[in-house]
């Protein structure tokens, strides 16, 4: 996906000294063997959610937890896939608040732990497919965004919802780079019908435990019939709006990257092809075989209704 590759710059000067010291590091290294493993500190405040289960959930074989927490894109942490889970050590999740204004009747700051006490956390199976062909299944916990919305009380006149995510260069190596990779903070948006749907949601964590720094601590964002660039991590505001907002990958490369992103097989990228795609986790010696992709990533029956009448083609 990157439109180019800055230099690689050795781990050694950007990981913190924690890590080198961390004993579960150590042990991870001998047991997994890979220098990813050996960078990783200790998961940060990894704690059991208490949980409510969904009947939301998909038939398909759940990701290992392991290839969910180390194969990830986070670009504030780095462009590789190994980046966010060998460099975010340093990041603090806690304490947060997420902002919620614009056009609401009743604007307000939210304190994280106050939020996951406020709804009841879901367990949700949920389909993942990143617009670089690859896909996940991962087991969510979290809210429904609509829950969220309601209690600041949108105004008739808002349309969209739009979201960001932290900037903390100290912190976030990938924003403390000479050389930038996209413009921060990473910024998404989704129009407010698909903000309600009910399948939206605020993840706070998965495999029943809170999220880890490399998927978006505290709070992200899971829409799970769009391409994964829509689910912004670290979420601090959230901004009601009449306007259309701009995402970061469009405003990167709107060649390429548009504001609906919905999953369709139909629309190749312009550098490859979205018909089918690669399962992280499957396969043995010889690769995981390719699977066809599915209109909205398999949830047509729930959301295509949301773009009755709407060119799909024209609207990536
Ligand atoms: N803030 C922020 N959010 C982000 C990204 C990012 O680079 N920065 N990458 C996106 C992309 S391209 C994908 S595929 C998903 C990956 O989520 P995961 O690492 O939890 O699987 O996060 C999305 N959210
Ligand atoms: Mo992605």
Redesign the pocket.
Known sequence: ?PAFRPPIIPASEITPKTAYLSRRGLMAAGAAGTLAAFLRPPAARAETLTTVPSAYKVEDKVTPRKD?TT??????FGLDKAD?AALSGDFKPRPWTVAVDGMVAKPQTFDIDALIKAFPVEERIYR?R???AWS?V?PWDGFPLAALLDKVEPLGSAKFVAFE?IVRPAEMPGQNSLFQS?PWP?VEGLRLDEARHPLTLLAVGLYGETLPN???API?LVVPWKY??K????IVRITLTDKQPMNTWQAANPQEYGFYANVNPAVDHPRWSQATERKIGEGGFFGASRHPTLPFNGYADQVASLYSGMDLKANF
């Not at 689910?231 to 670290?234: A, E």
């Open positions: 996906m969910v194969y990830n894109n986070f670009y504030e966010p993942m990143c617009v670089e996940m991962i995510t996209l990473y490399q998927n978006g992200r994964g660039f689910g912004i991590k670290s």
